[in-house]
């Protein structure tokens, strides 16, 4: 079995969409179809695995800016119901990358934070007042 060997970064996913589509410039100032929808691609499995990475630093990979990556993404819902191929394409993509790379943490709810700074707190105010001093919400 082979092991995960780390987190997908954006410039390991733009490598392997162009090598997927045979494109080996979706940082060109072009806007084909085929290169736009590659982008579109590249967009959406670097938001998926790259959950760390700013809407910037996805689109600075392909010299485009954050706004470009954000209609992207929307464009790329819109023209994957008109064209399966967009599908295709993706799902062969994020199964190689769901197979070699550790896939990115869940963001936490904000209510599963809130409860985590709770248990801190009982934890912390059974500490000072074993140790004699008053609990820092009382």
Known sequence: MKTKRKVARPIDILKMVELELDLYNL???K???ELTQAR???FRLARKFCNYASLA???REVNRDHATVLNGLKKYRIEAMHDDYMNVVYDKIYSELDKNYI???PTPRF???MMRIERLEK???NILIQNGNKSIRS
């Open 40 to 42: 579109f691609i590249y």
């Open 27 to 29: 940082k060109t100032k």
């Open 57 to 59: 630093a996805i689109g």
């Open 31 to 33: 806007r084909t179809r």
């Open 123 to 125: 934890q912390l105010n």
């Open 103 to 105: 896939p990115p943490a």
């Open 111 to 113: 209510s599963d934070v």
